[in-house]
């Protein structure tokens, strides 16, 4: 996967859609492609490429810091508006709501 592909797909989302993504974020010793800002969690969601993540015990303690993390396919590397509110709108909304986007619909894939 291209790590780079990812955070240009997710740049172009986080315009398009109307979301913060900051791309290379680091938390302590992890980084992550990016983090989704109010989504998934109240702290984010960070992403990372699915053939390339931290060790399972790493990525339990971010979430134990608040964080959810999604494991990305390549399926990523490209904007798809529909691709990308689908995968919002399962991670669930944590932000406030008067900056929720107006797309989002909270439907969880099933």
């Not at 980084?31 to 990525?59: C, M, N, Q, W």
Request: aromatic share 18%; proline share 5%.
């Amino acid at each position: 996967m291209n790590a780079g592909a990812v955070q240009a797909a997710f740049d172009e989302a986080a315009r398009s859609l109307g979301f913060r993504f900051e791309p290379n974020f680091v938390v302590g010793e992890c980084k992550a492609i990016g983090l989704v800002h109010a989504f998934g969690s109240v702290r984010g969601t960070l992403v990372f490429a699915y053939e390339d993540h931290p060790r399972p015990a790493v990525l339990e303690g971010l979430r134990s810091e608040g964080y959810f993390y999604s494991l990305l396919a390549e399926s990523y590397e490209r904007f798809e508006a529909q691709r990308f509110r689908g995968t919002l709108d399962d991670w669930g909304y944590f932000g406030p709501e008067d900056a929720k986007p107006f797309w989002y619909t909270g439907k969880a894939w099933s």
